[in-house]
């Protein structure tokens, strides 16, 4: 679609003759699409894959157009009243669902006409099938009034329209017994949070909130899904490693942050009982994200020692003190490796209170406020006195001190050694030895 409306563009600057006739032909395509998806549209998420990878209903996309070139034949006469819909009901509605039952029926009849490379998925998997594709289609017409809908069931539903979205789950088990999971199915395809849908399957009757109900129902196999969901990312999770650099880390607090929602969701939407599998991959989860958000925590206070280090000082005889060691690389892996680590220590604030180790950032993020600006001070004394082998080194030095402090959100302790950075800068330039300047106010 976005190469054709390129297309579109591209040919509005030609002329002649020819011209003339491919703009033609391409704004009739791009018509035709518009109306394929005006017909086909409370279905047409399902013809791609969901970007969080949740597994889901999802069927091939070529089978889209195709179905559409099969439903059209011979309606030619109605396709007009499809074009700049703006009301949810109307005649073309009564158009759109004769193209849907029509759609319907083809699956049906013709199914390896349509779908001649259709296999049957393997245990475990959604059923991507010519006659789940087919009951899907039928029930177009109820999915068509329950969308304007989804957004209050997503929220918080009075009395009246949880009352709407438990006559729709029966009204499509009349159509086919299984229905009220289709419908999920195709009301989940327009949610781009997975765990909100949680929200939907757990109101679709009064139990529904129950797990030994739920469980035993075949609404229970979204909630299986989001557990699988969450595993494989934990497993995922399980393999990062931080010397694999920013992007490793920013997938890794995406991960976290997703299994976080999931799991927080599934507590407040679900009684879901310790000792039942459900309850026992939850808490398997849990146990394997906090175990490695704790590792993820310690490498993150090692890079940062490591970015910055201290080494032993003499002061007299054998008295000896730990001291910033300003010869230190200030640019580098080790640099780039605790900027990465702490961006993501700091992202994980929210999924860290769900995984019990908000505590334990809380104390890291205190740690390492307190040595990183001890370390940038320290510092900062040892140019004012002259100590510094170089102080145009030290100070770059300090600027990455600053830049730390700033990842982890400590602004107010980030604001004042850069404050005192430039005023050592400054007093270094007015003397006549000073040249060169520093970076630490970056």
């Not at 018509?31 to 970007?51: I, K, M, Q, S």
């Not at 006469?77 to 029926?105: I, M, N, P, Q």
Request: aromatic share 4%; proline share 6%; hydrophobic share 45%.
């Amino acid at each position: 679609d976005d190469q054709l409306a390129q297309l579109a563009m591209g040919v509005k600057t030609l002329t002649g003759a020819r011209a003339a006739e491919l703009e033609a032909l391409v704004a009739e395509e791009i018509r035709d699409r518009a109306r394929r998806d005006v017909a086909f549209g409370p279905l047409t998420p399902l013809f791609r894959p969901r970007a969080d990878g949740v597994p889901a209903l999802t069927f091939p996309p070529a089978l889209y157009a195709r179905l559409w070139r099969e439903a059209r034949k011979g309606e030619e006469a109605f396709l007009g009243l499809l074009d700049g819909v703006v009301a949810t009901e109307g005649e073309w509605t009564l158009v759109a669902d004769r193209l849907c039952a029509k759609a319907s029926a083809v699956l049906r009849d013709r199914p390896y006409d349509i779908w001649p490379d259709c296999q049957r998925p393997a245990g475990g998997e959604p059923p991507s099938t010519p006659v789940e594709l087919a009951g899907c289609l039928d029930l177009t017409p109820l999915a068509r009034g329950a969308l304007p809908r989804l957004a209050v069931w997503l929220e918080r539903p009075d009395d009246t329209q949880l009352a709407g979205l438990r006559l729709l789950i029966q009204d499509c088990l009349a159509v086919s017994p299984e229905g009220g999971r289709r419908m999920i199915d195709i009301l989940f395809a327009h949610v781009p949070d997975a765990e909100r849908m949680l929200r939907v399957v757990t109101r679709t009757s009064r139990l529904a909130d129950r797990e030994a109900i739920l469980s035993h129902s075949e609404m229970g196999v979204l909630v299986e899904r989001l557990l699988a969901s969450v595993q494989a990312r934990v497993k995922h999770i399980a393999v990062m490693r931080p010397q694999q650099g920013e992007a490793a880390m920013l997938a890794l607090v995406d991960d976290v942050n997703w299994c976080a929602g999931v799991l927080a969701e599934l507590d407040m939407s679900l009684q879901v009982r310790p000792d039942s599998p459900w309850g026992k991959s939850a808490r398997l989860a849990r146990i394997q994200v906090s175990g490695q958000m704790s590792g993820l925590m310690k490498s993150t206070q090692a890079a940062v020692h490591a970015a910055l280090p201290m080494k032993r000082q003499v002061l007299a005889g054998r008295m000896t003190r730990m001291s910033p060691w300003l010869e230190a690389p200030c640019q580098g892996e080790a640099i780039e490796t605790a900027a990465g680590l702490l961006a993501a220590v700091t992202a994980m604030r929210g999924a860290a209170n769900v995984f019990g180790c908000e505590s334990d950032r809380s104390a890291l993020t205190t740690e390492l406020t307190d040595y990183l600006s001890a370390w940038a001070n320290e510092a900062l004394d040892s140019i004012a006195d002259a100590e510094a082998p170089d102080p145009d080194q030290a100070l770059r030095l300090v600027g990455v001190a600053a830049r730390f402090l700033t990842v982890i959100e400590a602004l107010e302790a980030a604001r004042a050694i850069r404050r005192r950075a430039a005023a050592a800068e400054t007093a270094r330039a007015v003397r006549p030895a000073s040249t060169g300047a520093s970076p630490a106010g970056d």
